[in-house]
C-alpha cells in the first residue's frame, strides 16, 4: 500500500459526459501529480500542484481540469469525454515540489468511455 | 525531451532464472525511479536510485548517471514477478517514463 488512495476504481461512462476522479496523497506530502496510461500512449504527465498551487502541465486536453484544495487532496475532471480518454488514470503524490524525491502512486482509476 | 529507452522490450524466463533490465536515459538526470506494474495495474515503486547500487531482497539497481544508464537486476525469479518493468527520470519537472519491459515468468 503506496498511502495514495484513489477513487473510483473503475468508472464506466459515455461519449459527451463528464467525471470526477478524485485523489488523497500519502500524510505529509504537499505535490500531487497526475498521470494518464494507455495503450497508444504509455504512461503520459498530465499535470502536478504543489499545496494547492499548479507547479506545472504537461499533455493535459483542454476538456481535462484539476485542482488541489486546502486539506491537499485533489481532483481531476475530465469533460466532454471522447472514446480516446479511455485509461488508467492515476495519481502520485511526493513531500518535495518538481518531482524531486520519490513518487509514489495509487491503484489507479480506470476509466472506460462507450 | 529526454529519451528513455527500455530493453528488452520483452522477456520470458523460467522461473528460478536471473535476469538484466536495462534503462538509457538522453540527458542527465535529477531523479530515476524503477517500478513493477503488476497485472492488475498498481504501479509499485521498487527503487529510488539516481545514483549508486541498491539492493532489496532478490532485487538490486545500479544507477551510472555520468554514463546515462540503470540496471534492474532480478535473481532466482518467481511468477510473481511477471508484469511490466518501467524506469522512469526526471531531467526538468515530470517523471518520464520509457516503454517498459514486459517480464513473464513460467513455472
Known amino acids: 500500500d503506496s498511502g495514495v488512495t484513489q477513487t473510483p476504481k473503475h468508472l464506466i461512462t459515455a461519449t459527451g459526459q463528464r467525471v470526477t476522479l478524485r485523489c488523497s496523497p500519502r500524510?505529509?506530502?504537499?505535490?500531487v501529480y497526475w498521470y494518464q496510461q494507455s495503450l497508444d500512449q504509455g504512461l503520459q504527465f498530465l499535470i502536478q500542484?504543489?499545496?494547492?498551487?499548479?507547479?506545472a502541465k504537461g499533455n493535459i486536453l483542454e476538456r481535462f481540469s484539476a485542482q488541489q484544495f486546502p486539506d491537499l487532496h485533489s481532483e481531476l475532471n475530465l469533460s466532454s469525454l471522447e472514446l480516446g480518454d479511455s485509461a488508467l488514470y492515476f495519481c502520485?503524490?511526493?513531500?518535495?515540489?518538481?518531482?524531486?524525491?520519490?513518487?509514489?502512486f495509487g491503484e489507479g482509476s480506470r476509466l472506460t468511455v462507450l | 525531451g529526454i529519451q528513455v529507452e527500455q530493453s528488452p522490450p520483452d522477456l520470458i524466463l523460467q522461473e528460478g532464472a536471473n535476469s538484466t533490465l536495462r534503462c538509457n536515459f538522453s540527458?542527465?538526470?535529477?531523479?530515476l525511479q524503477w517500478f513493477h506494474q503488476n497485472p492488475w495495474g498498481q504501479l509499485i515503486n521498487l527503487f529510488y536510485?539516481?545514483?549508486g547500487t541498491k539492493q532489496n531482497g532478490r532485487l538490486s539497481a545500479t544507477t551510472v548517471a555520468t554514463e546515462r544508464y540503470s540496471l534492474l537486476y532480478i535473481s532466482s525469479s518467481q511468477t510473481t514477478d511477471s508484469g511490466v518493468y518501467f524506469c522512469?527520470?526526471?531531467?526538468?519537472?515530470?517523471?518520464?517514463f520509457g516503454a517498459g519491459t514486459t517480464v513473464t515468468v513460467r513455472a
Open positions: 502520485a503524490s511526493s513531500p518535495r515540489d518538481y518531482n524531486t524525491g520519490e513518487l509514489f
Open positions: 500524510s505529509g506530502d504537499l505535490s
Open positions: 500542484y504543489y499545496n494547492g498551487e499548479e507547479r
Open positions: 540527458d542527465s538526470v535529477n531523479n
Open positions: 536510485i539516481p545514483s
Open positions: 522512469a527520470v526526471v531531467p526538468d519537472y515530470k517523471l518520464s
